[in-house]
């Protein structure tokens, strides 16, 4: 590799981290805000695990900020190296095109097996150890739920309202149990309370106090021309809140897109090996075809990256823009574009006859051959 190369490897590799470190950090914001966020205001999660939390989001949010990056990097830095007249003086010497997209390629296979050890392998075994540390982290602390002087309706089936929390301990309490179409069927008003978690049953076993119970008609429980029935009670029975509406079991369900590339096809293996009878045949071939469109996937991602790089040095060239914004908006369209084509191959899943896991490599075959096109028109100027 002699000046040339490095020069142009090392810019082109810079930028493609910053992008990635640009789309990576915008995936993670969301994707902390959706899952943490609330547990964090709840107190739930110390800083400690919140920390460890959003290290382990690191590879989730690689996975696709990757191929964007690569798109991104190399449509900057071959706009701005055109814009400044860079590429034409390398012409002028003598040097071609291809030369030129050499290091560029060699980035772009680099990237394409980074991610394919990040989707097969570093993704999913982080993701599963992030599911798991979130449950264990909530329910080390289940108490968290209750926020004073707010309304939670989390609870399926109920509505709490606490006016102060001291501990377990809590004052001034209500509970509204709903029906199946969320009418307040009973309500209970208390003086104070107190929960206990019950780790066997996942749940939250909450005690009232002189507590007052109103139960209207379980029929009609709007029909307020008919008074409720009210109970005074000095201590009332453990009312059992569920938590699988919250959090899950203890153990987390390991998703298809979340196996490595061993689980991809030990599962696969067990699938050809299962004997089913005819009337299950089709939804055995679903299941199949599910392996099969997670394997493609993660070999469609990571492959993404090379089409993406090899598409971005045409590009770049031929747009020759030093804007920032504007490399950006063509790098966005074209990843929305690949992105589109891709869920349209996904809406097949449940079409197996039609080789979904094949039409997988249709958009990267479409932006390799729409790569070398341009590349073709720009070297014969």
Known sequence: ?????????????????????????????????????????????PLATFGQLLLLLIPFVAYYALPMGMLCGVLLTLGRISADSEVTAMRAAGIGLGRIMRPVLVLGILGTAVGLYINFEAMPRARMHYKQELVKAVQTNPL??????????????????????????????????????????????????????????H????????????????????????????????????????????????????????????????????????????????????DQMKVKLAMQEKFHNALAIFAFALMGVPLGIKVSRRETSANLGVAVMLALTHYFLTVMVNWLDQHPYYRPDLLYWVPNLLFIGLGIWLFRRIDNR
């Not at 606490?162 to 309490?173: R, S």
């Not at 008609?217 to 919250?246: A, H, I």
């Open 203 to 286: 749940a939250l076993l909450l005690t009232l106090t002189q507590a007052q119970v109103e139960a209207r008609d379980p029929d009609q429980p709007e029909d307020f021309s008919r008074p409720p029935l009210v109970g005074t009670f000095g201590k009332t029975e453990q009312v059992r809140l569920p938590l699988d509406g919250l959090f899950g079991r203890n153990t987390v369900r390991q998703k298809i897109k979340w196996k490595t590339y061993g689980e991809l096809r030990a599962e696969s293996a067990r699938l050809a090996d299962m004997q089913v009878p005819p009337e299950d045949a089709s939804e055995h071939r679903k």
């Open 144 to 201: 968290g739920f209750i926020v004073p002087r707010t309304y939670i309706r989390d609870f399926p089936g109920f509505v709490v309202y606490v006016g102060e929390k001291q501990g377990p301990v809590l004052n001034d309490f209500w509970l509204w149990e709903l029906d199946e179409e969320q009418r307040v069927k009973r309500l209970v008003r208390a003086e104070s309370g107190r929960f206990e978690y019950d780790a066997e049953g």
């Open 1 to 45: 590799m002699n000046l040339l190369d490095r020069y142009i490897f090392k810019s082109v590799l810079g930028s493609c981290l910053a992008a990635v470190g640009l789309f990576g950090f915008v995936l993670m914001l969301g994707n902390a805000i959706r899952d943490l966020l609330g547990y964090v205001l709840g107190g739930q999660l």
